[in-house]
């Protein structure tokens, strides 16, 4: 059971350069979401699909589009790469969309991502 | 600004003693978790605590919640060198949906 897979690990683009992430999971899950991960902070929500067909904004949603393309995968891109978006992405998962099924959310490893 | 905010920001203790973390937030919560990251590594889940819940316990770890002060800690007892790690807590708050937000981390160094 692989849980949640990202790929690619790592990155490096130039600056302007469009580029996709991909991810997917394994478990079913009906929410997935994608975090920016800076040094020294917390996680930020870039964007979220709180089930098949949807997606929504986060904290964070400039410069990145998203699209949910079936149940299992949920790919972030940079149409047109700055170098305030070098960070590490994570996407997660989560079985249920409300927050009263009171479930965890289970994390890719990460993508390493620089751009130039 | 993040909803959980973790206290201390670093903590370095030695093997065997136990360490304490801190996670204050705002708003009322439906239920608080508790993660751990290993560097390099995505966050792994610990434990979670639903707001009707006042402490729980899995292995060595002891979480407690107190929504009057809006605070919950993480305590880890008799440390090991594995438990090396950053921690984060994560607060899921009825008006956010699916969302869950998370606080900035504390910084947990077990030394042999």
């Known amino acids: 059971n692989a849980g949640v897979t990202q790929t690619p690990k790592f990155q490096v683009l130039k600056t302007g350069q469009s580029m996709t992430l991909q991810c997917a999971q394994d478990?079913?899950?009906?929410?997935m979401y994608w975090y920016r991960q800076d040094p020294g902070m917390g996680l930020r929500l870039i964007y979220y699909s709180a089930s098949e067909g949807t997606t929504d904004k986060g904290e964070v949603p400039n410069g990145y589009n998203v699209s949910r393309l079936n149940k299992r995968e949920f790919s972030l891109r940079l149409e047109s790469a700055a170098p305030s978006q070098t960070s590490v992405y994570f996407c997660?998962?989560?079985?249920?969309?409300?927050?009263?099924?009171?479930?965890?959310?289970?994390f890719g490893d990460g993508t390493r991502l620089s751009i130039l | 600004s993040q909803q959980g905010e973790e206290d201390p920001q670093a903590l370095s203790i030695q093997e065997g003693e136990n360490a304490t973390m801190n996670c204050s937030y705002k708003?009322?919560?439906?239920?608080l978790q508790w993660y751990r990251q290993n560097s390099g590594r995505g966050l792994v889940h610990l434990i979670l605590?639903?707001?009707?819940?006042r402490e729980k316990h899995s292995g060595r770890l002891r979480v407690t919640l107190d929504t009057s002060k809006k605070s919950s800690s993480l305590l880890i007892t008799a440390s090991r060198a594995a438990d090396t790690a950053s921690y984060f807590c994560?607060?899921?708050?009825?008006?956010?949906?699916?969302?869950?937000?998370f606080g900035e981390g504390t910084q947990l160094t077990v030394n042999p």
């Open positions: 708003t009322s919560i439906n239920n």
């Open positions: 605590i639903r707001s009707n819940e």
């Open positions: 994560a607060t899921d708050v009825y008006s956010s949906g699916s969302r869950l937000t």
């Open positions: 997660a998962s989560r079985r249920n969309r409300d927050s009263y099924s009171n479930q965890p959310q289970h």
């Open positions: 478990m079913n899950h009906n929410s």
